[in-house]
């Protein structure tokens, strides 16, 4: 009877079985058909993606398109070997592992068991009998198995919560891939900047030098004073004690790039201490819709899958309320003598359907059920405070790319503006035609125009560089002008 009660039980468990608790939906966030910043980009919003599920993952298209293959290269590294990314894979695994557990839960639970005892009664259970009678042997083996019978769900949201967990670690992993790629190529980018501001002052120092070499010349010739003499000096050990401090930052990227490579900080100092051209820019830049960046940003699908998980806890303490029922069952064997174990008459077995309700626990229930909802409004309110975030993130780094391309553009001229003034103020000294006054402030002005515009060009590739990482990871297209006129056509 017992045994027909079972199957009964499980038919109907399979055909009735629901999940309790809210399913999870997507949030539906309002956000604008373009950026604000897109003037700021000389690029037009793109049409939002057909894939309006699949988050992107990691593409270092830009950092390849950027034609530096040094930088490339230190990219690919560090995705292999940089410790931060490991860290973040175990997580990665451990989540997995942690899914893998709680799929089990939704199938049976099979043990084996085995036992052999000496045993001895005592004189008052066995009055009257000698105690050689009174030992004797026990032997048993078995195998037990119980399966809970998932009605209401239980099981199964606390499946649909590990995997939701598994997606938000995996959305985590690619956000740190995200990071440390960027983290790379800004490194990269002021490391070339910076031996270009060492360039600059290491020239504008040796022009110095010549300046102050015709001064004393001028003066052994009685044509010079004093005064020039020390002025002129003055100004070229400033600039030359620009050229320590520029050194000491080349040094520093040089070990930064190294660490996030893994490796010892002075690997890479025989590898980039030649000077090389900063990475170049891409002409025009796409950034695609405000709604595609939300499905390209790691940060935005770990806080999606992590609310998704949150909704699937609160099935999974709705589910206390209804009682649980759990199949269970052993086959097994015992005897007196060890050679009888698994003869015909030993076997024993055991079918049972256990019931498992905690009505009077009620007010415990529907506090855990409380907290559960507490726990996903948190992170309905995290989710849509990283959509804003994304959306400013992006927003902020067009501005600041876009204003810093037009700033580099003026830098350039006013350097370019510089030199000119500085050759045209030397030629003029030596003719006789004005005074060292006006060579040693034009070439102030030389240094600190040529040093601004190696400044800003790097600026201006690492805001790049921080646009990329806010869009996560690349842009949708790069297009030339004519086919964009051809698009619009």
């Known amino acids: 009877m017992v045994t027909r009660l079972a199957i009964t039980t499980l038919a109907a468990a399979l055909l009735a079985a629901c999940a309790v608790g809210p399913d999870h939906v997507r949030p539906q966030v309002a956000v604008p058909d373009r950026f604000g910043a897109d003037d700021a980009t000389t690029g037009e919003a793109a049409a939002p993606s057909a894939d309006a599920t699949a988050p992107a993952g990691f593409d270092d298209a830009f950092l390849q398109g950027l034609g530096d293959e040094q930088l490339a290269g230190l990219v690919r590294d560090a995705l292999h070997a940089n410790h931060d990314l490991r860290i973040a894979l175990t997580r990665y695994d451990r989540a997995n592992a942690l899914l893998r557990g709680s799929r089990l839960d939704a199938l049976p639970t099979i043990t084996a068991q085995g036992e052999a005892a000496d045993v001895r009664g005592s004189a008052d259970q066995a009055p009257g009998v000698g105690r050689e009678a009174r030992d004797g042997e026990q032997w048993s083996a078995g195998i037990s198995a119980s399966w809970e019978l ?37 490194t990269y980018v002021e490391l070339r900047g910076t031996q270009e501001r060492l360039r600059v002052a290491v020239a504008n120092r040796d022009n110095q030098q010549q300046t102050l070499d015709l001064v004393q010349a001028r003066l052994d010739a009685g044509a010079g004073t004093e005064f020039d003499m020390v002025r002129a000096r003055a100004q070229l050990e400033t600039t030359a004690a620009r050229v320590p401090a520029l050194e000491a930052q080349r040094q520093v990227a040089m070990h930064r790039l190294a660490v996030l490579t893994g490796r010892d900080p002075t690997a890479l100092v025989a590898t980039l201490a030649p000077q090389r051209a900063l990475p170049a820019l891409p002409p ?26 949150a909704t699937a806890r609160i099935g999974v303490a709705t589910a206390d309320l209804f009682p649980r029922f759990t199949l269970g069952g052993l086959i097994g064997s015992q005897a007196i003598d060890s050679s009888a174990l698994f003869e015909r008459d030993s076997e024993t077995r055991i079918v049972a359907l256990g019931i498992d309700w905690s009505f009077l626990d009620i007010g415990r229930v529907r506090a855990r059920i409380a907290a559960a909802d507490a726990d996903a409004e948190g992170e309905l309110a995290r989710y849509q405070q990283s959509v804003l975030l994304a959306l400013e993130d992006a927003e902020n780094a067009l501005v600041r790319h876009g204003r810093a391309r037009t700033e580099d553009a003026h830098l350039e001229r006013a350097a370019i503006d510089a030199e000119q003034a500085a050759q045209l103020a030397r030629a003029r000294f030596e003719a006789g035609a004005s005074g ?21 060009r790097t600026r201006s590739v690492a805001s790049a560089v921080a646009l990329y990482r806010a869009l996560a990871g690349g842009w949708p297209r790069v297009l030339p002008e004519r086919e964009r006129i051809a698009g619009r056509r």
């Open 150 to 186: 998932d009605l209401f769900g239980r099981v199964r949201r606390g499946i649909e919560s590990g995997r939701a967990e598994a997606e938000a670690s995996a959305a985590d992993l690619r956000a740190m891939q995200v990071a440390i790629a960027g983290e790379v190529a800004r």
């Open 284 to 309: 025009r830049i796409d950034p695609g819709a405000p709604g595609e960046l939300l499905r390209q940003r790691p940060d935005v699908a770990a806080a999606e899958a992590r609310l998704h998980a």
């Open 436 to 456: 060292l006054f006006d060579v040693l402030d034009a070439e102030r002005v030389q240094l600190q125009a040529q040093d601004a515009f190696a400044d800003g």
